[in-house]
């Protein structure tokens, strides 16, 4: 999961991360080579800051419930949908209190199984607090708004609806999907990331190839004079599309780290 970036004129090389977003705190470790190529870095970039207030204060507004969202559904389709997140301790009541996008969070952090889903581990809190404890100059490849725009534009409600009917399916493609990430078996998770219960090919072409390819050119300029240690999620790096190949295709040398 850990890519080194070098040549193409670079002064120092950088690095490129794959994480995943939330683990469990059994599953959660950064292994030292991570933390040496993290170290070694003076500029720590992340997809999204979470570190800033302004940027915690705007995931807050974006998790507010959306009347206009519940009424898409039909009082039949409502029922259906919450016989289905009863059996999972849930409620389709949900959608009252809070935006489809948080609801859909809600359910991936449920595939996880962890024994207390509040102490959940993620790579980017963690490498952002340790980057504020060294004082390290922390960058963004977005804003927040953009992010939960695109995800607003894409959870529909026939997205949402397909979601709570595939709840059953998550456990079993997220244990996969850790044991492959934990086993830095790149290809295995990037195809997991693509089975048709995450996303459809619409989704990996907004949620992953468009970004990559604005990413791309965001980088060069990123590592041009300073080291830096650039995580975003794993399922970002591989393939044609994805930043190792498009980063190559720059000519730059990029290249796993054992």
Same mark, same amino acid.
């Given at each position: 999961?850990?890519?080194?970036?070098?040549?193409?004129?670079?002064?120092?090389?950088?690095?490129?991360?794959?994480?995943?977003?939330?683990?469990?705190?059994?599953?959660?470790?950064?292994?030292?080579?991570?933390?040496?190529?993290?170290?070694?870095?003076?500029?720590?970039?992340?997809?999204?800051?979470?570190?800033?207030?302004?940027?915690?204060?705007?995931?807050?507004?974006?998790?507010?419930?959306?009347?206009?969202?519940?009424?898409?559904?039909?009082?039949?389709?409502?029922?259906?949908?919450?016989?289905?997140?009863?059996?999972?301790?849930?409620?389709?009541?949900?959608?009252?209190?809070? =935006?489809?996008?948080?609801? /859909?969070?809600?359910? =991936?952090?449920?595939?996880?199984?962890?024994?207390?889903?509040?102490?959940?581990?993620?790579?980017?809190?963690?490498?952002?607090?340790?980057?504020?404890?060294?004082?390290?100059? /922390?960058? +963004?490849?977005? *804003?927040?708004?953009?992010?939960?725009?695109?995800? #607003?534009?894409?959870?529909?409600?026939?997205?949402?609806?397909?979601?709570?009917?595939?709840?059953?399916?998550?456990?079993?493609?997220?244990?996969?999907?850790?044991?492959?990430?934990?086993?830095?078996?790149?290809?295995?998770? *990037?195809?997991?990331? +693509?089975?048709?219960?995450?996303?459809?090919? +619409?989704? #990996?072409?907004?949620?992953?190839?468009?970004?990559?390819?604005?990413?791309?050119?965001?980088?060069?300029?990123?590592?041009?004079?300073?080291? =830096?240690?650039?995580?975003?999620?794993?399922?970002?790096?591989?393939?044609?599309?994805?930043?190792?190949?498009?980063?190559?295709?720059?000519?730059? *040398?990029?290249?796993?780290? #054992?």
């Amino acid at each position: 999961m850990l890519w080194k970036i070098s040549g193409n004129g670079l002064k120092q090389h950088s690095y490129l991360f794959g994480t995943i977003h939330m683990l469990c705190p059994d599953d959660f470790v950064i292994k030292q080579k991570n933390l040496d190529a993290f170290n070694s870095s003076k500029k720590i970039i992340f997809e999204v800051d979470l570190s800033k207030p302004e940027n915690v204060k705007s995931l807050q507004a974006f998790a507010v419930s959306d009347p206009n969202f519940i009424k898409a559904f039909s009082e039949d389709e409502m029922k259906k949908m919450d016989s289905v997140l009863v059996a999972q301790q849930l409620s389709i009541k949900l959608l009252d209190y809070a =935006s489809p996008v948080a609801v /859909i969070s809600l359910f =991936s952090m449920k595939g996880f199984n962890c024994p207390d889903p509040t102490k959940m581990k993620s790579y980017e809190v963690e490498l952002a607090a340790l980057a504020n404890s060294q004082g390290k100059t /922390i960058g +963004e490849l977005e *804003t927040p708004d953009f992010q939960f725009n695109l995800l #607003k534009d894409l959870i529909t409600p026939k997205l949402f609806m397909e979601s709570v009917f595939q709840l059953d399916k998550y456990p079993a493609l997220t244990a996969k999907m850790v044991e492959a990430y934990k086993t830095e078996n790149l290809e295995e998770l *990037t195809k997991l990331l +693509e089975d048709s219960a995450w996303m459809t090919v +619409e989704q #990996k072409d907004k949620l992953l190839i468009d970004r990559n390819l604005n990413w791309s050119n965001l980088i060069p300029e990123i590592i041009k004079d300073q080291s =830096s240690f650039i995580a975003v999620g794993a399922g970002h790096l591989a393939g044609d599309k994805g930043l190792i190949s498009l980063l190559r295709n720059k000519g730059f *040398t990029v290249e796993a780290v #054992k």
